[in-house]
């Protein structure tokens, strides 16, 4: 396994292979042809629909990808994680 390999695997907290996960990465990716483009979808689509736990005083506490994706909420790690979900699969 390269170094790349590596990087890109899945993992407990960065489950990028859910179907869910998965799935919206699909789905943002679809409407783009260059991968900066896909890129910045992914982060505008995680900024703008993912809600700060703090800010919003949401529940609950998430941490894994796919949990982020299913509660529409997170800390500011939790949104990097699924960032990071999202480009993986992409």
């Keep these: 396994m390269n170094n790349m390999e590596e990087y890109l695997q899945a993992t ?9 996960v998965l799935e919206l ?3 943002i990716a679809f409407k783009h042809q260059r991968l900066e483009a896909i890129a910045k979808a ?3 689509w995680v900024r703008d ?3 700060h ?7 609950p506490v998430t941490c894994r990808a796919s949990d982020v994706l299913k509660y529409k909420t997170g800390y500011c ?5 699924l ?3 999202l480009l993986r699969a992409n």
Excluded: G, R
């Excluded at 407990?12 to 869910?20: A, G, K, L, N, S």
């Design 12 to 20: 407990e907290v960065i489950d990028w292979q859910h179907p869910t």
């Design 42 to 44: 992914c982060f505008e």
């Design 49 to 51: 629909e993912i809600y």
């Design 77 to 81: 790690y939790a949104k990097s994680h």
């Design 25 to 27: 990465a699909k789905k």
């Design 53 to 59: 736990s703090y800010d919003y005083q949401m529940n």
């Design 83 to 85: 960032l990071a979900a």
